[in-house]
């Protein structure tokens, strides 16, 4: 985590209930070095595939493959164990930097909602927080240009059928 007089309260709330945490390359290769596996197994047991549908402002669609995290039954990570992250040093880059993901700095919405949900925020001011680096997205995209949007072939996988989902339908 970072950000200024942020402290973490360790309660889990992030890991849990809507929103989903996308894994980039990178992130694909930390997880299966910490536990281990073959990259097929991480994206079999913990991971769903969708591709998400993007709204163009020309009106057109585009149409962007991921790996999310997979959730239980109750909707918790599956990597949730006590409240804490059983992958710690080896979470995905979305998680180190929740909640200062670059929507907290530029959607008014999602930030009210995180602010109310995330303790560790309540009653800091939080003019100073540090926005992190933004060149994830356009990495993975020129990634995927250059290997015609084929993910299972960039990690050397063989992927379910994806599931579609609208843009704006994820939180
Ligand atoms: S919701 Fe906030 S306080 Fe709770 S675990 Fe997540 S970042 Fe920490
Ligand atoms: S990988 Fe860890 S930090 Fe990220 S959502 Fe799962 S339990 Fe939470």
Not at 74 to 89: G, I, M, P, R
Request: glycine letters at 8%.
């Amino acid at each position: 985590m970072s950000g200024n007089s942020f402290i973490c309260r360790r309660c889990g709330a992030c890991c849990r209930g809507d929103g989903s945490v996308f894994l980039y390359p990178e992130d694909v290769a930390t997880l299966t070095a910490h536990l281990g596996v073959p990259t097929q197994t991480l994206v079999d047991r913990y991971t769903d595939f969708i591709i998400l549908e993007i709204a163009e402002e020309s009106g057109g669609w585009r149409y962007l493959p991921y790996l999310i995290l997979k959730k239980n039954s109750e909707q918790a990570c599956l990597f949730l164990q006590n409240n804490l992250c059983a992958v710690h040093t080896a979470k995905p880059a979305q998680c180190r930097e929740t909640p200062f993901v670059p929507e907290f700095f530029t959607d008014p919405a999602w930030r009210t909602e995180v602010t109310e949900r995330c303790p560790g925020l309540r009653g800091i001011v939080p003019d100073t927080f540090v926005r992190p680096p933004e060149d994830r997205d356009e990495r993975y995209l020129s990634l995927l240009r250059e290997h015609g949007y084929n993910l299972g072939k960039i990690l050397g996988v063989i992927l379910p059928p994806p599931r579609i989902i609208p843009a704006a339908d994820l939180s």
